[in-house]
């Protein structure tokens, strides 16, 4: 991956400069809140997958880089709401706004930043551009709420809990990627598949971050281990575990989700279990699944130095550091 972030190193510095640019507002405490998140070490995944799509159909970059840190825009705001709904202490190894400035403030910081994307993006009168932005924002908002209604529900069904991830974390992914089609001028085809690549990497993404919250090392994933659990949500490991394990361990881990008293000591016990049912080795499968399928429509494109580090870029969104 590394490789693709040289060879690319000039678009993302300028990606990085825009964003800077757009962190002008009147109110000091936004450009404080917003400038801690996005220098927090995010790898702007979303504004170089725009890039690259618009590169892979022959696009001079140009306007999908200040496209790209709109995005970025867009992906910050989802990271501040979550954060807060999550009650969560770190991100990217360092406090979150909502630890350092509050709840309010981050949520109201990450009204902005939806409000600054979305109007900057409107200025650029591409109706295809903001009418897939403003759908994919529409889709976060209704997954973010299927997923408050599915937390702490040991019965919700894959394909239900896949709908959730398709809308809260595929949707801005595969938007990002069919925008830089857009610009490029492609066919409506080659929009719609480069929509579904983006759509299967974000979902892949999300899967491998299910099985890291059980596995990874904590410093190196910057985030508190296990604490998709302790807030009660249920990912597609502790899913399959329901489904996998005997009736009597089914109705502890029931009894002790629904009462919220997971602790410490509970998550250990969870992920042995997670090991011995092949719980954790299933969700990466399923996410390794996700891939194989962008890369077959990744396949319809003829080869260039665009697509093959979208082929890189494919196989990071599973593969990053535990």
């Not at 507002?25 to 504004?47: C, D, M």
Request: proline letters at 2%.
């Amino acid at each position: 991956m590394e490789e693709v972030f040289e060879a690319y190193r000039e678009d993302l510095e300028e990606i990085e400069a825009h964003i800077r640019r757009n962190l002008d507002s009147e109110a000091p405490l936004i450009n404080e809140i917003a400038a801690h998140i996005l220098s927090g070490g995010g790898k702007r995944i979303r504004p170089l997958l725009l890039s690259l799509c618009a590169r892979l159909n022959g696009y001079v970059p140009k306007a999908d880089l200040v496209l790209g840190s709109l995005i970025e825009f867009i992906h910050t705001a989802t990271l501040l709401h979550d954060d807060v709904l999550d009650e969560a202490d770190l991100r990217r190894g360092q406090q979150t706004a909502r630890r350092i400035w509050g709840n309010h403030a981050s949520i109201l910081v990450g009204d902005y930043l939806y409000a600054r994307a979305m109007q900057e993006i409107a200025a650029f009168q591409n109706h295809d551009v903001n009418d897939v932005m403003a759908i994919a924002c529409r889709k976060m908002a209704e997954g973010e709420i299927l997923q408050l209604c599915a937390n702490r529900q040991t019965l919700l069904k894959e394909t239900d809990y896949l709908r959730i991830v398709e809308y809260k974390t595929g949707a801005l992914v595969a938007s990002a990627c069919k925008v830089g089609a857009i610009i490029s001028g492609t066919s409506p085809m080659h929009q719609d598949r480069l929509y579904q690549f983006g759509l299967y990497l974000g979902i892949a993404f999300q899967l491998a971050d299910d099985q890291l919250d059980y596995t990874a090392n904590g410093e190196s994933l910057g985030k508190t281990l296990g604490q998709d659990l302790m807030q009660g949500m249920i990912t597609l490991p502790l899913l399959h575990l329901l489904q996998a394990c005997s009736y009597e361990e089914r109705q502890e881990l029931t009894r002790n989700i629904e009462s919220k008293t997971i602790e410490e000591n509970d998550l250990l016990h969870i992920t042995t279990m997670m090991e011995q049912y092949g719980s954790l080795q299933y969700t990466t499968t399923r996410s390794l699944e996700y891939i194989d399928a962008a890369r077959l429509i990744l396949d319809s494109f003829e080869d260039s130095p665009a697509k093959r580090a979208l082929a890189v870029v494919a196989d990071y969104m599973v593969n990053r550091d535990r």
